[in-house]
């Protein structure tokens, strides 16, 4: 993959939703709440429960938000039941598309993720015409003008990370997802800020579009993000050199 196609994914596709703090935090305390329904409260005895609250750590979400997610989920304040869904498709460009969902609704929630393809150029695909093209990897990434490549580098191949890249002024730390936790707690650790952090599905090959067909993907990755049930958006676009996405 071209230099620098991982973080304009990231920042392109999205930007917008991340911006919206709010929206963020209620993804991750859906997240950390049915971690918490399904093995209980305690980080320390479940290990989906402590990567959910990294993750939200990394993104710098308030404690009293991460405990109040965690006794919803164990039923202290009353429990929703979401359901956990995931829906393959192809953007423009035949642009392979992941979707991840956490729902209470599941009837809604395949109806707007369908709605979505359909109106922004995309199609839904059948199991496993997409999922087969992505591998789950901890991705852990900062801004190289904030923290240090070497230091960075140093906790992170001795906390089980497989590869480090700098790449466009991105730091990008890849690992296992068995090693994620471990190595994220270790540079939170040494106070190094992220700029995103989680368990990803990471393309193994990616879809060359023109710059025309990258901003139809992000309009369409963009509408997915803000749809409420939709946790994760992965893709496989390769964006072509010197691509700034829409103004």
């Known amino acids: 993959m071209s230099g620098h196609s991982k973080w304009a994914t990231i920042k392109h596709a999205k930007g917008a939703a991340d911006a919206k703090r709010g929206q963020l935090f209620t993804k991750f305390i ?26 939200a750590r990394a993104a710098n979400m308030p404690k009293d938000n ?8 164990t039923g202290e304040l009353g429990a929703a039941v979401f359901e956990e869904l ?19 609704n599941k009837n809604r929630a395949a109806a707007n993720v369908r709605n979505i393809f359909n109106k922004t150029g995309g199609n839904l695909g059948a199991s496993n015409s997409v ?9 852990i ?4 003008e904030s923290v240090s490549e070497e230091e960075i580098m140093d906790v992170a191949l001795e906390n089980g990370a497989e590869d480090v890249v700098n790449e466009d002024g991105v730091i990008t ?17 040494k106070g190094f800020e992220s700029l995103s952090a989680s368990i990803s599905m990471v393309p193994s090959t990616y879809q060359e579009v023109d710059a025309e067909t990258a901003k139809k993907c992000d309009k369409l990755t963009a509408k997915l993000e803000e749809d409420d049930d939709v946790q994760n ?15």
Request: overall charge negative.
């Open 141 to 144: 990434e900062y801004d190289a």
């Open 86 to 104: 995931t829906y393959e498709g192809f953007g423009p460009g035949g642009v392979a598309i992941l979707v991840e969902v956490l729902t209470d």
């Open 173 to 189: 730390v890849t690992t296992e997802p068995s090693e994620f936790d471990g190595c994220l707690e270790a540079l939170q650790e």
């Open 30 to 55: 859906k997240e950390i709440s049915i971690a918490a329904r399904m093995g209980g409260g305690s980080p320390d005895s479940n290990p989906r429960l402590r990567t959910a609250i990294l993750k």
């Open 233 to 247: 958006v992965y893709t496989n676009v390769e964006y072509p050199e010197g691509y700034e996405g829409e103004e």
């Open 131 to 139: 999922a087969r093209l992505f591998t789950r990897k901890g991705v």
């Open 66 to 73: 991460i405990e109040r997610a965690i006794k919803k989920g």
